[in-house]
């Protein structure tokens, strides 16, 4: 089993990758949401430049996106809140962990969805403070992902 980067509790080929692939489209925009973070850890932008409209795909960066995706080390993805407002609006609240240069950082966003033309669509995102301060981590520490393992052992492999 190949464990999917937005829950380690479910199987990639059965949770994110019909979406990313185009076999599916996300049911739910918490689903868009939790395929896009996954989509970032693997700095596959073109499925995140797809799955966006509007405000968010004026402003996007194509190659500062790519390349920040590849720099970093995507830990792991805590889903705070997922609100259907009415059938075409939806919000997700998360947390985001990474590393980046040996330094665990974190995301905290509320972005927002829109359902247009029968898909769910990341439209704009407030960024909201963290809960957790910067910190230099190190290969021997435990992993931020909540494994146990030493960071070196588990998401510090490829760095």
Not at 32 to 45: D, E, H, K, V
Not at 111 to 132: C, D, K, M, Q
Not at 151 to 158: L, R, V
């Amino acid at each position: 089993m190949i464990n999917c980067p937005c829950d380690p509790q479910k199987n990639y080929l059965s949770c994110c990758e019909p979406y990313i692939t185009g076999k599916k489209n996300p049911e739910t925009a918490e689903a868009l949401m939790r395929s896009r973070y996954t989509a970032y850890t693997m700095a596959n932008i073109d499925y995140i430049k797809e799955t966006m409209r509007g405000d968010a795909l004026a402003s996007f960066q194509e190659m500062d996106a790519k390349s920040r995706a590849k720099r970093v080390k995507w830990i792991k993805l805590h889903v705070l809140k997922s609100v259907i407002e009415n059938s075409r609006t939806a919000y997700v609240e998360f947390e985001a962990s990474f590393v980046d240069a040996s330094r665990l950082k974190s995301i905290h966003e509320k972005s927002e969805f829109n359902y247009e033309e029968g898909r769910w669509y990341y439209i704009r995102g407030v960024h909201l403070p963290t809960a957790h301060t910067e910190q230099i981590i190190s290969r021997n520490m435990n992993c931020p992902c909540g494994s146990q393992r030493k960071f070196k052992n588990c998401h510090g492999t490829a760095l």
